[in-house]
T-cell receptor, first 115, second 112 residues
């Protein structure tokens, strides 16, 4: 089954403790992206990647890192989480611009709480 | 700049009522327009899309028409069901980019 898999689904942590949220897709998509969803703000893009070893900042990249060492994986890293990073995070993927109307495929989300 | 404005929710309807969720956009050039739906506890799924002016996207009884003159892409359904209860996001993709810009989402609650 074609899917985007995020782990974990729920995560509670404390300020300053490094964490990684994993994302993997099995559709051979070039484009991958991370979003955060907050009430009243919709989805905001954190980082995206057009292909292996190519990553770029989205609209709200501060406090986050990503890597794209393999095509299928795109982990989101919080080196020193803070309470304002408490949010619902989504990973998404799609084929690249050649068919730029292709929809994004989303994972089921990771609810992160930083205390 | 590029942006999407959606009506605030929640929208509360009885089963079989007519649904409209308003969406307007600001964009340069000719963006593509999308509606995504998020069911409880899940990620977003594409509901429908339109890629040029006057296109009508449709799926599962939902429809939306790309209106360039009014920069709108309103979502409609003639008869909603309880299972349509979800959050609906309008989104645009500027021409020749991979970036997707989302509205703030509108929660729909349908009661029997």
């Amino acid at each position: 089954e074609a899917q985007v898999t995020q782990n974990p689904r729920y995560l509670i942590t404390v300020t300053g403790k490094k964490l990684t949220v994993t994302c993997s897709q099995n559709m051979n998509h070039e484009y991958m992206s991370w979003y955060r969803q907050d009430p009243g703000l919709g989805l905001r893009q954190i980082y995206y990647s057009m292909n292996v070893e190519v990553t770029d900042k989205g609209d709200v990249p501060e406090g986050y890192k990503v890597s794209r060492k393999e095509k299928r994986n795109f982990p989101l890293i919080l080196e020193s989480p803070s309470p304002n990073q408490t949010s619902l995070y989504f990973c998404a993927s799609s084929p690249l611009r050649a068919s730029y109307n292709s929809p994004l495929h989303f994972g089921n989300g990771t609810r992160l709480t930083v205390t | 700049g590029n942006s999407v404005t959606q009506m605030e929710g929640p929208v509360t309807l009885s089963e079989e009522a007519f649904l409209t969720i308003n969406c307007t956009y600001t964009a340069t050039g000719y963006p593509s327009l999308f509606w995504y739906v998020q069911y409880p506890g899940e990620g977003l799924q594409l509901l429908l899309k339109a890629t040029k002016a006057d296109d009508k996207g449709s799926n599962k009884g939902f429809e939306a028409t790309y209106r360039k003159e009014t920069t709108s892409f309103h979502l409609e359904k003639g008869s909603v069901q309880v299972s349509d209860s979800a959050v609906y996001f309008c989104a645009l993709r500027p021409y020749n980019t991979d970036k997707l810009i989302f509205g703030t989402g509108t929660r729909l609650q349908v009661f029997p």
